[in-house]
C-alpha cells in the first residue's frame, strides 16, 4: 500500500497544477522561474503571479522586477503575488521590502481517496431526492452557455440581502470568455446540477496525474440550503475515481460555505495561501 502524500507533497503538486492551469487560459503570460505571470483583462481576478518559489531555492529579488514590468507593460497598475505556507522565505522577504502588503487568505483542504475504486466509491453519499448532475459536454455551445450564466449570477448574489436582479453586476466580456476558456479546457471537467429538471447549481474539477482541484461551485439562490453544494462534491469525487485522480483539493475562503460542505466530505485542512499585492507606477 502507497503511502498518503504530506500536506507539502500535496502542496507542490497543486500550487504547479494552478501556475500551468491558470496560465493555460489566461490572454497572456510570463513565465517567472518556477511560475508564471498571469494577465486576463485589465480588471481580471486572474491577473496574479501564481506558483514562484515552491523550489528549494531561494527567489531571486529581480524576479519581482520582471513581473511588475509586466503587468505595467499591459497597463494594469497592480502587482499581485499568489503565495502558499511553502513558498521559499526569500520571496515573502523580498516582497515586504518593496511594500507588498496582504489583502486576502485562502485555506486549501485535501483529501486523499482510497487506492482501491470500490473503498473510494463506497464513500459516496446519494444525491438528495429529485437532483441529478450532469457533466457539461464542452463542445456543447449552449451547456457551455448555462453554465457561466448560472455561475456568475449565483456568485454575484449573497447568501443574506439579495440585490433586486437588475442590480447584479454584469460581468465584462473579458471575464466571460475567461471563463468559456476555463469550461472548454480539456483538463477540466464541469457539472450542472438539476433539481426535478430546472437548472440549480454548478460546479468544476480540473485533473493533472493524478491530482485534482474543485473549484467555481455555485447554487442559484433559489436552491440553496438543499444539499445541492454536497452533490455537486460527490459528483466531483467520483469523476476524479473514474479518472484515477487519488489527492484532491478545494480552495475555500475562511468560514464560507466552501469551507464547511468540504469538512462535511472528509477534506482536513492541508496549508494556507495568501495574496500579496502592490500598486504599482509608470
Not at 444525491?127 to 453554465?147: F, H, K, L, M, S
Not at 430546472?198 to 447554487?219: I, K, L, N, P, W
Request: proline share 7%; with cysteine.
Amino acid at each position: 500500500m502507497t503511502a498518503a502524500p504530506t500536506a507539502q507533497q500535496i502542496a507542490r503538486k497543486e500550487e504547479r497544477r494552478q501556475a500551468q492551469g491558470l496560465g493555460a487560459v489566461s490572454t497572456d503570460t510570463q513565465p517567472l522561474a518556477d511560475g508564471v505571470a498571469c494577465w486576463a483583462g485589465i480588471k481580471s481576478w486572474a491577473n496574479r503571479v501564481v506558483g514562484v518559489g515552491m523550489a528549494d531555492a531561494a527567489v531571486d529579488d529581480g524576479l519581482i522586477d520582471r513581473a511588475e514590468a509586466f503587468y505595467l507593460d499591459r497597463g494594469t497598475p497592480e502587482c499581485r503575488f499568489e503565495l502558499c505556507a511553502y513558498t521559499h522565505p526569500s520571496l515573502v522577504k523580498n516582497l515586504g521590502e518593496r511594500g507588498y502588503a496582504l489583502s486576502e487568505f485562502e485555506l486549501v483542504y485535501g483529501l486523499t481517496l482510497p487506492e482501491d475504486p470500490e473503498q473510494a466509491f463506497a464513500m459516496l453519499a446519494p444525491y438528495p431526492p429529485g437532483v441529478t448532475i450532469e457533466q457539461v459536454d464542452r463542445t456543447d455551445v449552449d451547456a457551455v452557455n448555462t453554465y457561466i450564466h448560472l455561475n456568475f449570477r449565483s456568485q454575484a448574489i449573497p447568501d443574506v440581502g439579495a440585490p433586486p436582479a437588475d442590480d447584479i453586476p454584469k460581468p465584462d466580456p473579458d471575464a466571460i470568455e475567461l471563463y468559456r476558456r476555463i469550461v472548454c479546457h480539456p483538463q477540466v471537467d464541469s457539472f450542472l446540477g438539476y433539481v426535478d429538471g430546472e437548472v440549480a447549481c454548478s460546479g468544476a474539477m480540473e485533473a493533472v496525474d493524478g491530482h485534482g482541484c474543485f473549484f467555481s461551485a455555485a447554487t442559484s439562490p433559489a436552491f440553496r440550503r438543499r444539499g445541492l453544494h454536497g452533490a455537486l462534491f460527490s459528483a466531483r469525487v467520483r469523476r476524479a475515481i473514474e479518472t484515477s485522480t487519488r489527492t484532491l483539493v478545494v480552495a475555500t475562503a475562511p468560514g464560507g460555505p466552501t469551507e464547511r460542505n468540504a469538512q462535511r466530505k472528509g477534506f482536513t485542512p492541508l496549508y494556507t495561501r495568501a495574496l500579496f499585492g502592490r500598486a504599482l507606477e509608470e
